[in-house]
């Protein structure tokens, strides 16, 4: 049973950074591919980075170029550092594992997956 909790939300004032992690148990397919998400309130949940066994990542374009996620040596933790932080940056955030054809931020992609797993979310507000 594969749980996913996050945590590193809070309020932070523009421009400044935050780290949100994803502690992940119960993880039994190295395969998989982790990435973050976050919903808006009235808005549909978006990705914002991917990372795959192997290391390699992709970004949305919302936070390319001042985002780095990461996972540690155990890849039992999931790091996002966001930086740069806009009032628009406000969301529930979430952290997500699945068996995907490809692993990118692409929400479509995460909702054909037949096995996935979401985090319940941790909340950012930038003001």
């Known amino acids: 049973h594969v749980q996913l909790v996050e945590s590193g939300g809070g309020s932070v004032q523009a421009g400044g950074s935050l780290r949100l992690s994803c502690a992940a148990s119960?993880?039994?397919?190295?395969?998989?591919?982790m990435g973050w998400f976050r919903q808006a309130p009235g808005k549909e949940r978006e990705g914002l980075a991917a990372?795959?066994?192997?290391?390699?990542?992709r970004y949305a374009d919302s936070v390319k170029g001042r985002s780095i996620i990461s996972k540690d040596s155990a890849k039992t933790t999931l790091y996002l550092d966001l930086n740069i932080l806009e009032p628009e940056d406000t969301a529930m955030y979430y952290c997500?594992?699945?068996?995907?054809?490809?692993?990118?931020?692409?929400?479509?992609?995460?909702?054909?997956?037949?096995?996935?797993?979401w985090g319940q979310g941790t909340q950012v507000t930038v003001s």
């Open positions: 997500a594992a699945a068996l995907v054809v490809v692993c990118e931020p692409e929400i479509d992609t995460w909702y054909e997956s037949r096995d996935r797993h």
């Open positions: 119960g993880y039994p397919d190295t395969n998989y591919c």
């Open positions: 990372i795959d066994s192997a290391g390699s990542t």
